[in-house]
């Protein structure tokens, strides 16, 4: 009976696959050491991207307190609870006011993601700086920023962006930094202080890999998922203000 249950479920498995082989290590010195050098060249291609990033950025990010000033600051989207600003985005959007409020900036150009009709980044972001004191003439909105390589390009090509302060939290900032220097905006980042929870946490090892596509983003240069005429909505926001 038990050699008929064991040819009816074989070892480990039960759905009638056969177990895997066990993992072989090179035998000699020299296949040893191959195998080490194949790991670590892995690792160094893997790092590549994120050092990149940080070579670029490290020197361009700032507190409010000491931002270059610029005419323009962006805004990225960072999710809506309830039709509101999540946690994030509303730290994001605290340091906009912060910095119009002592002058740094004159015009806040909100970029995040409207693909549907219930879901209304800019919109829910315009709304939140208004109440805190930002005029709304002073207020564009990006309803095509569905990444941050997205958001760098149009603000470049669609509204005319050439120089901005860039507004995130901290695990994010050097990457929107490296990308919108690298769609043509002189870029300064300003990385908001947020609670060190699991989403920040998260935000941290998603980088890692978002790097990656960051680095491709800047090499190959590829046009966003929309793009669309050119807007004045920047210009004329930025005339407004004078």
């Not at 050098?37 to 670029?56: E, F, I, Y």
């Not at 939290?169 to 690298?182: D, E, M, P």
Request: proline share 5%; glycine share 10%; with cysteine.
């Amino acid at each position: 009976m038990n050699q008929q249950k064991a040819a009816r479920w074989p070892w480990p498995w039960r759905d009638g696959r056969q177990p895997l082989r066990r993992l072989r290590l090179p035998r000699t010195r020299r296949g040893r050491r191959r195998a080490v050098q194949t790991v670590m060249l892995g690792c160094v291609l893997a790092l590549l991207p994120s050092t990149w990033m940080h070579a670029v950025a490290d020197s361009r990010v700032h507190g409010t307190a000491d931002v270059p000033r610029a005419e323009v600051a962006v805004v990225f989207g960072a999710g809506l609870w309830g039709g509101e600003p999540s946690p994030y985005l509303a730290h994001r959007l605290d340091a906009a006011a912060e910095l119009y409020r002592a002058g740094r900036i004159e015009v806040v150009l909100v970029t995040g993601d409207n693909s549907r009709k219930e879901y209304d980044e800019p919109d829910a972001m315009r709304a939140y700086l208004t109440k805190r004191g930002v005029p709304e003439r002073r207020i564009v909105s990006d309803y095509a920023g569905f990444d941050t390589w997205d958001s760098c390009v149009r603000a470049k090509r669609i509204f005319g962006v050439d120089r901005a302060v860039l507004i995130s939290q901290g695990f994010h900032i050097r990457r929107a930094v490296a990308l919108c220097r690298s769609a043509g905006v002189e870029s300064y980042g300003v990385g908001v202080d947020a609670l060190h929870d699991a989403t920040w946490y998260y935000g941290g090892v998603r980088e890692l890999f978002a790097s990656g596509k960051a680095a491709a983003d800047a090499l190959f240069k590829p046009d966003p998922h929309f793009l669309g005429p050119r807007e004045k909505g920047v210009a004329q926001a930025l005339r407004a203000s004078r």
